[in-house]
């Protein structure tokens, strides 16, 4: 709750939820903000929305952080989700900058100087 009040305090917009879910355990409602440059990893129901207009500005605010423990493109250009997510340094895989290893437990462990990236494409038929 204190990272929501932080965002609201510091002149991030929210657009939805942000409160306590129920009156039992840590639960909060999904949240979504707007108009805000991501600093921490929120571990919750909680996203950020933010508009860009190149695609170096949109790489250049991903890398305004220390952390980068996953990343989505949503493009339906290829070529443009290719060369996205060949810049970010962030993916579907655990574990990049301050986020931690993450690949300790996996197949992977054994390439662990390979920074591995799933990328997902949705083809029309």
Known sequence: MSY?????????TLLLGGKRHGDKGYFI????????????EIFGPVVV????KTVDEVIEKAHLT????????FTKDLSRAIKISNALKAGTVWGYKESGIGRELGKYA????????????????
């Open 29 to 40: 409602e999904p949240t979504i903000f707007v108009n805000v440059i991501m600093q921490e």
């Open 66 to 73: 220390n952390y980068g423990l996953a990343a989505a493109v």
């Open 49 to 52: 929305i933010t508009k860009f």
């Open 4 to 12: 929501i009040e932080s965002g609201k305090k510091q002149g991030a």
């Open 110 to 125: 054994l390439d662990l100087y390979t920074q591995v990236k799933t990328v997902q494409i949705n083809l029309e038929c």
